[in-house]
């Protein structure tokens, strides 16, 4: 039985190396734990801090659109309680997760473009915009394969797996980047949290909003289980992936099986992964590697 802990990924495709942010982030998250606060808090905590790392992809860290200016993010909280709140293609802000946060307090679950930005205004959060070099030249990246990639070429390239055979110094996943921060929490009353914030995937068109803050989608929290997942956010909406896991758990299996065979839903070529907590156990399971940290 797991007294209180929590479990941090940094988006399926995020280097192994990053791990340290997520275990800052996961430290964070477990001393408010350990001082008897509340798995909601915990899980808010470790999201404003890998949305602030600038590495990954959420806050400031967060992918540029094919205009190569806008940024737009998608983040979401839930509890186990049923309480929830999220934001979805909201610009301009440092901490979307701390916006949804204010909307978990309000009548609705979900608010949307401007009128979750200038909702963010009434609650005081500030203008903010600073793409950072890595996030621009990702973007200058992905327009350079854009522009190469005439229709030819890709109906050419259509059957080849070109991940496998990959042989330039970049890595592949280098090139879009890492995808949704997420944490899940249990704490000393056995209330499980869960916590999603994203830049996106690249490359976007304006108003695309994934799995992030879409509940039972990219995350769920119930009685069973707090899980949240990473990805390619359309695969994973058309398969409600994190209610169907979590529906696995209440029904008897394994948390770290739940996960498994969560992931063993898509093809190889759809990277995602996944972290769950429950009173019980915790998991992680990816089919890319994926930074990742638990403190139990």
Known sequence: MITCGIVVHGGVGSPPAWADGCRRAAQKGRSILERGGSALDAVIEVAVDLEDDGRFNAGTGSQLRLDGATIEMDAALMTSEARMGGVAAIQRVRNPILVAREV???PHVLLAGEGALEFARRCGF????????????????IRAALEKGGEDVRAAWRSFDIQRYWNFATRYEDLFGCDTIGAVAVDREGRLAVANSTGGASPMLRGRVGDS???????????????AA???????????????VHDWIAQGEGIARACERGIAQFPQEVPVGMI???RSGSACAANREMAWAEIL
Do not use: N, W
């Open 230 to 244: 990473t990805g390619i956010g359309e695969e994973i909406i058309r398969r409600m992936l994190c209610r169907q």
């Open 126 to 141: 500030a203008d903010y915009y600073q793409p950072t070099p890595a996030v621009r030249e990702r973007y200058d990246r």
């Open 213 to 227: 803050p879409l509940v039972g989608c990219g995350f769920y929290a119930g009685p069973a289980a707090a899980v």
């Open 104 to 106: 978990m307090k309000t």
């Open 276 to 278: 769950g907590i429950s």
